[in-house]
């Protein structure tokens, strides 16, 4: 799995994520974390390039990078939560649009809460976006950081979610893990829902009992409350990847 850390775009680092990218390892995955730049000091597009250069770049390299393990990777996965849900959705379409099509070896994308729309127009928020951790106060200012302006709203690989559907369409399997008491849920089962209706093979998870971000959120750095949750999605996303890796036997 390339995994892309969430943060708003403003924050996050390989080390916050350590803990829950040496869970994924323990079921099954090698795990590669790519370490974009953040906003506000580098807007869209940098921490996008970043994650399709880091992409590009792996796939070729991965055997190298891995050395001495003993294991050789012929498919990957690509997944992140929150921003980096966003940042695997559009790497991966903005791969589409340069390439024509996703190169061989990526076989799924796994975007956990994935932030979809700068609109904000979604009906959870005036429900959600208060009490729940992520609050919609923070996530126009995340954008707003992201964006640099307003002029990039209806840029296709800013807001996926107006991604030409011809590209969409070329997506690999897809496996959405949205949160029940987040804002962002409706963004990521709506664009899900378009996914399916495109043809791409999508699975689409609502967690429920979950706020925004309890996925990276378990383990020594963070709150007992999550480990759970944050389990139970490594052992799903393990249990996809390992179906995937059987229709690819």
Known sequence: MIFIHGGGWVRGTLDQYDYICGKLCESGFVVASVDYRLC?????????????????????????????????IEHVIVGGDSAGGHLTLSSLLKIIDQDGQLPPQIIGACPIYPVIDPSLSSSTWPVLGKDYRLTENFMRQCWQWFMGNDDLKNDPFVAVCKCDDRLISKLPPTLIITAQFDPLNEEGEKFAEKAFSLGTQTHCIRMMSTIHGFFAQGGPTGSPMHEPYSNLAVQIISEWKSTLLSVKS
């Open 40 to 72: 506000p000091e580098y807007k869209y597009p940098i921490p996008l390039n970043d994650c399709v250069d880091s992409i590009k770049w792996l796939l070729p390299n991965i055997n190298t990078v891995i050395g001495s393990s003993g294991r050789t």
